[in-house]
């Protein structure tokens, strides 16, 4: 007797007569398969990473929720691979279409959150940036009560890679401390402290100047848990009265006006993405040399530069509101 053929689909390992698909084979991540499959396209949490929806690991979350769908089809499970210029791709029934990337440097003030959206109703960085035009997301933290440069992009992948520890991406900061730390406090920095999340890495630390009975500290940092510089000082017995993040990487603050921000030049943006350990970004027409934008007048900011009894080039500009312990940004 004449013995059928039979072969393993790749899909699911499962044996079946020669030619035919096994029962579901549309591989939507529980048996469905929209026209994106497997192969070619580009990741779908990457594709929704690029749209602006959320980082990429957030992304994934969204797609086990089951709210995102693909050519009408839910998506539950990893693996699925979409072709933007042919597949429809939703997030809670809304369709989603790659956003311009952009990459916005901004003097944040004290006094306004580095978050989205606040049940409570504060002020955000976003009330400072509506001008960008698109959908922008803050990368890592600057706390309430904290000053300083802060990027926001809609790049997922960028975001992802610039927070992730593996890359030790230095932060440096301008801090003014109650007293005068001594050697030992400094060299205990130097050499990383225990916090109650665990011990910190090695810090840069160096004395900028005096400011009566108080001093300003340069302090970089190659990781950025939740009020880490903050805690760190109190550790070592120096509370902090002011905080200014000057750079992020290979990006700096400089004379950016309190309260204003700019784009990206291309050289920055190279710049960023090779110490993300990412590849150039594809060419595109160079802007010009960045001006100051987004400069509407804000209720709170003043148009000082200079932070009062600061070290020489501070550049810092008057505070917003201050806050109470409850309110600061976790």
């Known amino acids: ?8 689909s790749p899909e699911s390992g499962r044996r079946g007569p020669a030619g035919r698909q096994p029962a579901g084979g ?94 409570r109703g504060r002020r955000t960085v976003f009330d400072l940036v509506r001008e960008a035009g698109v959908r922008l997301h803050p990368v890592g933290r600057l706390d309430w009560d904290s000053s300083g440069l802060l990027l926001l992009t809609n790049d997922g992948e960028l975001t992802n890679r610039l927070i992730h520890p593996r890359y030790h991406l230095e932060r440096t900061y301008r801090v003014l401390v109650a007293g005068r730390p001594a050697e030992e406090a400094l060299a205990a920095l130097r050499r990383g402290v225990l916090l109650s999340d665990g011990p910190t890495l090695p810090a840069r630390v160096r004395v900028l100047g ?29 509370d902090v009265k002011k905080l200014v993040r000057t ?14 921000w700019r784009h990206l030049t291309p050289a920055e943006l190279a710049s960023l993405r090779a110490a993300a350990g990412l590849a150039p970004a594809p060419t595109r027409r160079a802007r010009s040399a960045p001006s100051h934008r987004g400069r509407r007048p804000v209720p709170g900011l003043g148009s000082r530069r200079a932070v009062p009894g600061g070290p020489p080039g501070s550049a810092r500009g008057a505070a917003g509101p201050r806050s109470s312990p409850t309110d600061r940004q976790r």
């Open 247 to 260: 750079r992020l990487g290979p990006l700096a603050l400089g004379d950016l006006p309190l309260g204003a």
């Open 210 to 238: 005096r400011a009566g009975t108080d001093t300003w500290l340069e302090v970089a940092l190659a990781e950025g848990r939740n009020r880490q510089v903050r805690r760190m000082l109190a550790a070592v017995g120096h």
């Open 1 to 8: 007797m004449a013995t059928r053929s039979r072969s393993r």
């Open 26 to 119: 549309d591989r939507t991540g529980r048996g469905g398969k929209p026209s994106g499959g497997w192969r070619g396209g580009e990741p779908l949490q990457r594709f929704l990473a690029r749209c602006g929806v959320a980082a990429r690991r957030k992304a994934e979350e969204l797609i086990r929720q089951g709210r995102v769908t693909l050519n009408g089809r839910p998506v539950r499970g990893p693996g699925v691979r979409v072709h933007p210029e042919r597949d429809r791709v939703c997030l809670d029934g809304r369709p989603l279409r790659p956003e311009r990337p952009t990459y916005v440097l901004l003097h944040k003030p004290e006094g306004f959150l580095a978050a989205a959206r606040d049940p």
